[in-house]
C-alpha cells in the first residue's frame, strides 16, 4: 500500500466514521480508560497476502479509536506472532483451540488471531467471507479474513469490533443500526446499542486471567438487570439467558442459574457444544465421583441432539448415585424423545419416587399423562406442581386446559391468566383464553386476546 493511497483511504474511513456518529475528538469527561494490551498472530495465509503487519496494525488502530470513544477501551498491540495454522482445520471452534494451543499471551490481556483459511463449508460464492469467533469473558479471538475487490474495507473492520463486543459480554441485538446485529448490514454500523455499550463499560475493568470472578458484586448486579432487559426485546436470543446463569451461579443462586440455562440450551445448541460441555468434562476430570456432574453432561448431550453420549453420560451418572432424580428425568426425556412414552413415565416415577418435591418429575409426568388422556392423572400432577412452583407459567397452563374439557370455562381463564402474569410472553395464554371467551360469544374480549 503506497503513502498516498494510506493517507486517502484514512480520510474516506474517518467522513465514514463522522457520518456514523462517531466523534474521533475524544471527551475529557469519558469513563476512565482501559488499557488492553494485544498479542496479535497471522497465520500463513493470512501472512502470504497482506504486509501483514502493517495490515493488523491499521485495523487495530481504527478499532481502537471506535472501542476508545465508544466504551473508553483502547488496544495496543505489544507483539506481532507467526502461526502456522492446520489446514486441515476448517471449523473456526477448533481453529480457535489450536491458536490458543500454540500462541501464549505471553503478558499481555488478550490474544487475536487473524487467519485466511478457506472454510470447506462454504461455495465458491462466499470465497468472500469474513468471520470471527470470540468466546465472551475469555481472552482469545479469532478473525477470518478471505481476501476480495469484492470486500469493502470497512467489513474488515466490522467483523473485528463485533467479535471483541463478544469478548466483553455483548450480545447479538435485533437493532440494524448497531454493530452486534448479526448479520452487520449496513456499513455505517460502528456503534454499539446502548445496553451493550453499558455492558461493556462494566466488564471491561475484569482481570482476563479470572474472567467474571474479578467482578464486583455491584457489576454482577448491573451486568444480571442489563442482560434481562435485552431478553425482554428480543428473547429468541439464548446467550443472554446462558450469561444470567454464571452470573446467578457467581451469585451462589445455583436455582436460578439451571433454570436460565437450560432456556439457554433449548434457543442455542452451540451453547453446550462451545462452552457448557467443555467446563462439564472438565468438573468430571477434577471430580471422577461427582454424579451431577455426569448428569449436566449428558443433559447438555441431550440438548445437543446427541443421545447416545448422554445416555453414556447418564448411565454413569446413575451408578454412582442411583437416587439421583435428574437422572432419572432425563432418562424420561430420551425416551419421550424415542417416542417412548410408557417409558418414559417409569422414569419419571423413579424421580419423584427418589425425590417427592421433585418439579420436574411432577411436570413431565402430567404432560405424558395429559397425552395419553389421563386427565385425572395429569390434573394431580399439575396442582401439585403449583404447590411446588406456584410462578411456573407452563404448568398453569396445562391446568387451564384441564379445565376447558371439563367445560370450567371461568376457573380455566383465571389459570390462564395467572399464566400470564408470571409469564406476559406465554402466547398460548392469550390463545386459549380468546378461544374461551369465543365459545362464550364475548367476541370483542376473544379479539382482543387473539391479536
Given amino acids: 500500500m503506497t503513502f498516498k493511497y494510506r493517507i486517502l483511504l484514512n480520510i474516506y474511513l474517518l467522513i465514514l466514521l463522522i457520518i456514523s456518529g462517531v466523534d474521533i475528538v475524544l471527551s475529557r469527561e469519558r469513563d476512565s480508560l482501559r488499557i488492553i494490551e494485544v498479542t496479535a498472530a497471522a497465520d500463513e495465509e493470512f501472512r502470504s497476502q497482506y504486509n501483514w503487519i502493517e495490515e493488523i496494525r491499521n485495523r487495530m488502530e481504527f478499532v481502537s479509536k471506535v472501542f476508545e470513544q ?72 479469532l478473525i477470518r479474513t478471505v481476501r476480495s475487490e469484492n470486500w469493502n474495507r470497512l467489513r474488515k473492520y466490522q467483523s473485528i469490533i463485533h467479535e471483541l463486543g463478544h469478548l466483553f459480554g455483548a450480545v447479538h441485538v435485533k437493532d440494524v443500526s448497531s454493530i452486534m446485529h448479526n448479520p452487520i448490514v449496513s456499513l455505517r454500523a460502528m456503534k454499539f446499542d446502548k445496553y451493550n455499550k453499558q455492558i461493556i463499560k462494566i466488564t471491561k475493568k475484569r482481570d482476563f486471567n479470572k474472567g467474571i470472578e474479578s467482578l464486583s458484586r455491584n457489576d454482577i448486579e448491573r451486568l444480571i438487570n442489563l442482560y434481562q432487559k435485552i431478553i425482554e426485546i428480543n428473547p429468541e436470543e439464548g446467550f443472554p439467558y446462558f450469561y444470567l446463569s454464571l452470573l ?86 430420551i425416551y419421550l424423545k424415542k417416542k417412548n412414552i410408557k417409558k418414559a413415565i417409569i422414569q419419571f416415577k423413579k424421580a419423584v419416587d427418589n425425590y417427592p418435591l421433585y418439579f420436574d418429575g ?55 391468566k395467572v399464566a400470564l402474569f408470571y409469564n406476559p410472553s406465554i402466547l398460548e395464554g392469550y390463545r386459549y383464553s380468546g378461544d374461551i371467551y369465543f365459545e362464550k360469544g364475548e367476541y370483542q374480549l376473544a379479539f382482543e386476546n387473539y391479536i
Avoid at 74 to 88: T, Y
Avoid at 91 to 112: A, C, F, T
Avoid at 276 to 282: A, D, F
Fill in 362 to 416: 411432577h411436570f413431565n409426568l402430567g404432560k405424558c399423562y395429559y397425552f395419553l388422556k389421563y386427565y385425572k392423572k395429569a390434573r394431580d400432577e399439575f396442582e401439585l406442581c403449583i404447590k411446588l412452583k406456584p410462578e411456573s407459567a407452563e404448568a398453569h397452563i396445562f391446568l387451564g386446559l384441564l379445565l376447558m374439557k371439563e367445560k370450567k370455562l371461568d376457573e380455566a381463564i383465571f389459570e390462564f
Fill in 70 to 141: 465508544e466504551v473508553g477501551i483502547r488496544f495496543n498491540v505489544i507483539h506481532f506472532r507467526k502461526w502456522n495454522s492446520d489446514n486441515s482445520i476448517n471449523i473456526m471452534q477448533l481453529l480457535i483451540r489450536e491458536l490458543k494451543k500454540n500462541i501464549p499471551k505471553e503478558g499481555s490481556d488478550i490474544v487475536i488471531g487473524f487467519t485466511s483459511q478457506y472454510s470447506k463449508n462454504f461455495s465458491g460464492d462466499y470465497d468472500d467471507y469474513i468471520a470471527g469467533l470470540a468466546y465472551s469473558f475469555q481472552d482469545y479471538v
Fill in 248 to 333: 446467578y451461579s457467581k451469585k451462589r443462586m445455583p436455582e436460578k442459574g439451571e433454570l436460565e440455562l437450560k432456556k439457554a440450551l433449548k434457543l442455542n445448541k452451540s451453547i453446550a457444544q462451545n462452552y457448557v460441555i467443555p467446563v462439564y468434562l472438565r468438573r468430571i476430570k477434577e471430580n471422577p465421583d461427582n454424579a451431577s456432574a455426569y448428569n449436566d453432561v449428558a443433559y447438555a448431550y441431550f440438548v445437543n441432539g446427541l443421545l447416545s453420549k448422554s445416555v453414556h453420560y447418564n448411565r454413569i451418572a446413575l451408578k454412582i448415585n442411583p437416587y439421583l432424580p435428574e437422572s432419572y428425568n432425563l432418562s424420561g426425556l
